[in-house]
């Protein structure tokens, strides 16, 4: 099964090099979760591995999930459900979308691809999209489409965090700091959960808010960590020049591609925090490539109609 016997030899750790980091006398490693699969890449690998496994011993053979129009979840939710022989339902915000099926997914990389994937959309208002876990809504659904596995937005639930709790490994117990950008904050409480007590964790939220550290702690009851709220670029899907800049930089230096929404402004973060002096010296770093390459598409035609430079590192789109 495409899961439990999925080989994750392809996640490596790889130091990075860096006068920042000599300066600074500190090491850091970035451990590779987005090179995982094509499709089914960092968190969201980890966050669906045991919901898919928990929907099939249900006996459920449709599972529903719901999205912004480039949500990396959707893309990853529609693939996996293709490998797993699962019928897909994506609950995706924006009604407008649906006027013009054709035009929309000639327009928008993850819907496009969440489709030749053989996800169906249902496409709700805003408004309803803010009340989508309401009973009667999903209970209309249902009656439409027959029964589902619900994952939640973002793909966060107690399972998720089963899931992310397997990205570090025992190895990954020489780092002092592990680093992680921040949604819902599901990948880091599994991250949290599996760190031994001498290690702390970094969270880099991608969203203004203080929410964050109460959902965190809905999964972990661990205390060894922090957020660092400075690095949200304005708020959820908003980035500047020099967050571009960044990325586009730190594409040649390292040749590691990095998202805008989630690990750019995550790396952006561990830079500044370790040019500021914020770790001691001989601090050893570990940063989480959780994937999210695929929204690169999507934020590339933002930028464009807002005359911003582009990500142009390694992407030719
Ligand atoms: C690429 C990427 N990194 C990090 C995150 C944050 O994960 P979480 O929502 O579990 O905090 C997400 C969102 O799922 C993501 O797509």
């Known amino acids: ?8 030899d392809r996640s490596k750790n790889e130091e990075i090099l860096h006068p920042v980091l000599e300066k600074a006398g500190v090491s850091l490693s970035i451990k590779r979760e987005d090179q995982l699969h094509e499709y089914v890449s960092g968190n969201k690998f980890r966050k669906l591995k045991y919901n898919f496994i928990e929907a099939k011993r249900l006996g459920y053979t449709t599972l529903l999930t719901f999205g912004g129009a480039y949500s990396n979840h959707i893309e990853a939710t529609a693939a996996a459900g293709k490998i797993m022989g699962f019928q897909t339902i994506g609950v995706i915000r924006g009604d ?9 997914l000639s327009n928008n990389e993850t819907l496009y691809r969440a489709s030749e994937a053989g996800m169906q959309f249902e496409f709700v208002s805003r408004a309803h999209y803010r009340d989508k876990m309401n009973p009667d809504f999903l209970e209309t659904l249902r009656t439409e489409l027959g029964a589902f596995y619900i994952i939640p937005e973002g793909g966060t639930n107690l399972l998720a965090v089963k899931g992310c709790a397997e990205i570090l490994n025992p190895k ?17 409480a599994g991250i949290i959960n599996s760190t031994t007590s001498n290690q702390k964790v970094l969270g880099f939220p991608a969203l203004k808010g203080d929410f964050l550290s109460a ?6 009851s661990k205390t060894n960590w922090q957020l660092s709220n400075e690095y949200h670029f304005g708020g ?5 020049k ?3 800049a960044f990325i586009n930089t730190f594409y040649d230096q390292q040749q590691i591609l990095l998202d805008p929404i989630y690990t750019g402004k995550m790396m952006y973060g561990i830079f500044d925090m370790i040019e500021k002096g914020m770790f001691s010296k001989n601090t050893r770093i570990l940063a989480i490539h959780t994937g999210g390459i695929q929204g690169i598409a999507g934020m590339n035609k933002k930028l464009k ?10 992407y030719s789109k």
């Open 96 to 104: 407008e979308l649906a006027k013009n099926l054709e035009n929309t």
């Open 1 to 8: 099964m495409f899961f439990s016997s999925f080989n994750n």
């Open 172 to 188: 990954d117990s020489d780092f002092d700091v592990l680093c992680c950008a921040v949604g819902t904050g599901g990948t880091i």
């Open 236 to 240: 959820y899907g908003k980035i500047n």
């Open 215 to 220: 959902e965190i702690k809905k999964y972990t």
């Open 305 to 314: 109609k807002k005359k911003l430079p582009l990500i142009t590192a390694g």
């Open 242 to 244: 020099e967050g571009i």
